[in-house]
Nanobody, 124 residues
């Protein structure tokens, strides 16, 4: 019904940059919060950054000042610009979106969706 497709991951040297993208498609009335999470080997999935439909942002302390989250509501896409990457940023990065579906003319409901994940590896 809804797909979140991520792109932009890869291998980068410490200090380098990458830009992740996540495009939502399918039966979408609107999108509330969107965000990025990551999971390193042997660790739990953790929040990286979130952005509301109005553009308010929230970041994990570990990425503040280095990562920037943004979104294009017309394209139903969220981005994560990652600068000054460190080896500890290595993880699978997942896109998340709270999608609003329209049930009928008077009713909507929200469902949470995840992307398939994209690998980011920071290594020399």
């Amino acid at each position: 019904q809804v797909q979140l497709v991520e792109s932009g991951g890869g291998l980068v040297q410490p200090g380098g940059s990458l830009r992740l993208s996540c495009a939502a498609s399918g039966s979408i009335f609107s999108i509330n919060d969107m965000g990025w999470y990551r999971q390193a080997p042997g660790k739990q999935r953790e929040l990286v950054a979130t952005i509301t439909s109005r553009g308010s942002t929230n970041y994990a302390d570990s990425v503040k000042g280095r990562f920037t989250i943004s979104r294009d509501n017309a394209k139903k896409t969220v981005y994560l610009q990652m600068n000054t990457l460190k080896p500890e940023d290595t993880a699978v990065y997942y896109c998340n979106a709270a999608i609003v579906h329209r049930y009928d003319d008077a009713t909507t409901y929200v469902r949470d969706y995840w992307g398939q994940g994209t690998q980011v590896t920071v290594s020399s």
